[in-house]
């Protein structure tokens, strides 16, 4: 006889509460209460192979609420992934062990995303289900026809990045995207009564979304709900009635159970109400066999799929899409044709320009922007809207939602086949920040096109100019932050960040930009991070160290201080990770010897001077914007904030005989 959904279900508690008490850390309640309906979800509906956890078609499981981490692991053990084993499970949220507090993307391949920060997991989902519908378009049925499913606690439910994600799901009508949530009323600080009234059902319906309701805690119930919500054409919300931390007789439906181990005596008492078996780290023979036939059915649908693509004409376009790689075919007639006629351009639409190139190249773009579209420069002539009407579209219109934006982005990038970019001004990757980090952490391919980068935005004031987002921005590890000069440096930005593995963002002017690249080079310069883009005529005094569009201001303080027989060089530093990557000898020839004190080095940025010590050394000048900036035409601005080259010039010249050099 096979044994039944709650003995199933069980097994998930089981480990849950084990590896939460061998860990004396962890998150019991959660994995606990949604067992049952995770139960459904596996065994009845969800299309998945343990033994290619990559499968393109496979459906997507997003555990939103990650801190039930114990939840999915169990899943993946039971269904019969290679990973995690018993023994992971045994040392859950150990050092090395990849059952990590929350899951990791990248240490599991049957976690397609990584969740704990609350809100990302579902907006994530929301990109995961608008790139299975893009492809659908492009390669049809026989290729891509899966769906997105997320389990969403509370928690999920309340931060604001869900009223972004799922306005833009509800509008995009994303019927393959069905969210369980978690109705348990618990969060940690106890009953939801103490912080929420709103009706969560009635704020999806209002968003134009499917919902339902079932008990949580009913299997049957459960799959019976999913049925409706795949038969629905709106993307769907299942409320499931949940008891947090259920089968613990007396911490249940409490806040107890959310995040500590339930004590010795407390696990003893559910496995008595539970049925379980008296030892830990257990699972009934009939149990774990009945599991591994759920993960061995997945096969069949596998192999059908198989057997589809061997037979389609669109094959290996569909798996060189999927494999990411790109043509950078574009680049080199690109740049010939800007040299050919150089102009002062701003470097937004240097980036529009290369675009215009990129984008019938690489057809896996999908662009955007949070409602910013002619200031990020983002829609090119050929990209019509991605709709609900037309999902083989590139284009997104997001709407004012840059954090929803980013998550939707980094859902997009990790499902595979597309590549997204998207824009808002510079000042608001603050809007975006959580996600960008997911991005970072995940090593998800997204480009972010942030325009309006500096002071040289103008009339719009303090509020929109960035001071310390470039280098905060610099500060978080695992993405690549460009600064552009001019038109041929934006386009080679652009090419090292769609050859990247990870999210890389571009920094882009407002303001026009005279050409500082005007002869053809062997290489990628931008790909050097940093280079140098005039030697010093005379004996090299100074080296100015500028980005973007202070490279060209950098240059007018080189000539004003050659003409006083100081010899200056200019480097650019679009990209100061990869400098910082580069070769020492390459690095030592850029920025000889910080304790040098005969070479005055000087960093030029219209944003704060934190942490450009690095490149200039305690002893080097640094010029920039340490507070915030004011409201003028840019010109005055940057006469205001003295980064004129006469002006830095002079400063150099003072500091230089200051210190005896000149
Ligand atoms: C953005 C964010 N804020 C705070 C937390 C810390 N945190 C983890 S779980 C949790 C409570 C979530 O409540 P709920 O989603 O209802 O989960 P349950 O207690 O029901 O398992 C909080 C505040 C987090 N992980 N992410
Ligand atoms: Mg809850």
Redesign the pocket.
């Known amino acids: 006889m096979q044994p039944t959904q709650r003995r199933l279900a069980n097994a998930i508690r089981a480990l849950a509460m084990d590896a939460v008490e061998t860990a004396n850390s962890g998150?019991p309640?959660?994995p606990m209460?949604m067992a049952d309906a995770a139960t459904a979800l596996f065994t009845r509906h969800l299309k998945f192979d343990p033994s290619d956890p990559h499968w393109p078609d496979r459906d997507r499981f997003v555990l939103s609420?990650?801190?039930?981490s114990m939840l999915i692991y169990a899943l993946l053990y039971l269904t019969g992934y290679s990973r995690p084993t018993l023994d992971d499970i045994r040392n859950f949220r150990q050092l090395h062990s990849p059952c990590a507090g929350?899951p990791e993307n990248f240490e599991l391949p049957g976690v397609e995303v990584t969740t704990?920060?609350?809100?990302?997991g579902l907006a994530m989902a929301v990109g995961m289900a608008i790139a299975e519908r893009h492809l659908n378009a492009i390669y049809g049925d026989d290729l891509v026809d899966h769906r997105t499913y997320v389990i969403?606690?509370?928690?999920?439910?309340?931060?604001g990045v869900n009223h972004e994600a799922v306005g833009l799901a509800g509008h995009l009508k994303l019927g393959r995207l069905i969210v369980l949530w978690?109705d348990?009323?618990?969060?940690?600080?106890g009953s939801?009564d103490l912080s929420r009234s709103e009706d969560v059902v009635a704020r999806h319906a209002a968003a134009g979304w499917h919902t339902t309701e079932c008990d949580g805690l009913d299997s049957g119930k459960v799959s019976k709900a999913i049925e409706q919500a795949i038969a629905d054409e709106r993307p769907s919300l299942i409320r499931c009635r949940t008891v947090?931390g259920y089968g613990a007789p007396n911490k249940q439906g409490t806040?107890a159970?959310?995040?500590a181990a339930l004590g010795k005596d407390e696990v003893e008492a559910a496995r008595a109400e539970l049925g379980l078996e008296p030892k830990e780290f257990t699972i009934p023979e009939d149990v774990l066999a009945a599991w591994r036939e759920v993960g061995r059915r997945g096969a069949l649908d596998h192999s059908e799929w198989r057997r589809r693509i061997e037979q389609s004409a669109r094959k290996d376009d569909f798996l060189k899409r999927l494999s990411g790689t790109v043509d950078d075919n574009w680049l080199k007639p690109h740049i010939d044709s800007l040299l050919a006629d150089p102009k002062p351009v701003a470097t937004r639409k240097a980036s529009e320009i290369a675009l215009e190139a990129i984008n019938p190249a690489v057809p896996s773009t999908i662009g955007g922007s949070a409602d910013l579209t002619g200031s990020n420069n983002t829609k090119t002539k050929g990209l019509e809207p991605l709709t609900a009407e037309y999902y083989a579209g590139r284009y997104i219109y997001y709407g004012i939602r840059e954090f929803g934006m980013a998550a939707a982005m980094n859902g997009m990038a990790l499902h595979g086949g597309v590549i997204p970019y998207g824009g808002t001004f510079l000042v608001f990757t603050d809007y975006a920040r959580?996600a960008i980090r997911l991005s970072t952490l995940q090593g998800a391919k997204v480009i972010y096109v942030m325009t309006h980068d500096s002071i040289g935005l103008g009339e719009d004031g303090p509020t929109h100019q960035p001071i310390e987002h470039l280098q905060s921005l610099r500060a978080m590890p695992g993405i690549e932050v460009y600064r552009p000069a001019d038109a041929v440096e934006t386009a080679e930005c652009w090419a090292l960040a769609l050859a990247s593995d990870g999210p890389s963002i571009l920094a882009l002017t407002r303001q026009n930009l005279a050409p500082v690249r005007t002869a053809a080079a062997k290489e990628n310069l931008c790909g050097r991070g940093a280079y140098r883009l005039k030697g010093a005529g005379g004996e090299r005094k100074v080296i100015l160290i500028a980005t973007g569009s202070e490279v060209e201001i950098a240059l007018g303080v080189a000539e004003r201080l050659e003409e006083q027989g100081i010899g200056a060089d200019v480097v650019s530093m679009p990209c100061t990770e990869r400098f910082d990557a580069q070769p020492r000898d390459y690095r030592e020839d850029i920025l000889p010897d910080v304790s040098n004190r005969e070479i005055l080095r000087v960093s030029i940025e219209a944003g704060t001077t934190f942490g450009w010590e690095r490149y200039t050394g305690l002893q080097g000048l640094r010029i920039g914007i340490d507070r915030y900036g004011v409201s003028a035409p840019y010109q005055d601005a940057y006469e205001y904030f003295r980064l004129t080259p006469a002006a830095i010039a002079g400063r150099v010249l003072a500091f230089l005989d200051r210190r005896g050099i000149r």
Do not use: C, K, S
């Open positions: 998150h309640g959660m209460g609420a990650g801190h039930g929350h704990g920060p609350l809100g990302q969403a606690g509370d928690g999920d439910l309340m931060e978690d348990n009323r618990i969060t940690i600080d939801t947090i806040a159970t959310h995040g959580p």
